[in-house]
């Protein structure tokens, strides 16, 4: 007796009869038999979603969403002259927007005519970005359908001030080299503003962003991941890599973790330990018994303290009278003072130099006594 173990359609959960009936319209189509449901999930290249226009929904909305942020003080005077470009640029999708100086906080809502659900969220960011000090020509891109932001907190990854003043000025680099060359490589506006970095463009793009920012204040140089996505970029170029591991051609960097500790002046070198207690020192009657001095007599003693005494007094008159001695003693001279010296006192007279001075003076008195 044969046994039918096939299961009836009946039976057949609505997944797997789905899957038959898509696998037969895909038969039909293509011509081909045993089509996988992973090719059904391939996305064409270049394929881009269809946005949302006001035809989609004609109705509009039944509930009104809000939201609402706050902004620093000196960003008022700029939000006060770009306010009335915001305001056209969001009535398009009919969204509300409302200033207010005095509690100075910005808030988007909904109106009953807002034909796009998600443009309430694009709105929220947008005010989000303008408080972060974003430029409105950067922050009305977020509207776009294949833009999004991402405001990443860095204040918490770095507690010492300075070395967080230090790591941020890192992420900017000499004249905003660096910064250029995220921007470039990850096709995202960033700015760097007080304790926050905020990002705006592609969603591939902000995560290599955010990594290359949490990564620069975890002490890792910015360097290192842009040559990483520079790689990237090129084997990418490549159609034969494409569905393989790219781990090889990336570049793989060690942390040295070199300690830069100030050393101390004094370094206390740790004695051995022992767990006997130290010798006893000597005391006063210790001593004086070793030398046999306490056995003598008090005047002796006496006797002997005064001439150690005297003995002290003495070394203490002789060292004061050799340092006045030294005040009286000549400094020793060089050899051309001396020599002139030798000069002056030199006690030889030269007679024929002597009768030419004589012989001078007299015809001087003679020619004196002549004229007058």
Known sequence: MKVDYSIPNRHLSRHNMHNLTANKMLEKKWGKKNVDNDSLLEVPKGWKEPGITKEDNK???????????????????????????????????EIKAELDVVEGSMSVSTTRKTWDPYSIVNARDLIKLLARSVPYEQAIRILENDIACDIIKIASLCRNKERFVKRRQRVIGPNGSTLKAIELLTECYVLVQGNTVSALGPHKGLRDVRKIIEDTMKNIHPIYNIKTLMIRRELAKDPQLQNESWDRFLPKFKSKNISKRKQPMKKRIKKIYTPFPPPQPESKVDKELASGEYFLKPSTKK????????????????????????????????????????????????????????????????GQTSGS
């Open 303 to 366: 006797a002997r303290r005064q001439a150690e005494k005297k003995e002290k007094q003495k070394e203490a008159v002789e060292k004061k009278q050799d340092k006045r001695a030294q005040a009286f003693v000549p400094p020793q001279e060089t050899g051309e003072s001396a020599a002139k010296k030798l000069k002056k006192t030199d006690d030889t007279v030269n007679v024929e130099e002597l009768k030419k001075k004589i012989k001078k003076a007299q015809k001087k008195k003679i």
């Open 59 to 93: 109705h509009g909305m039944l509930a009104e969403s809000s939201f609402a942020t706050l902004f620093p003080k000196y960003r008022e005077k700029y939000l006060r002259e770009c306010w009335p470009l915001v305001k056209k640029t969001l009535a398009d999708y």
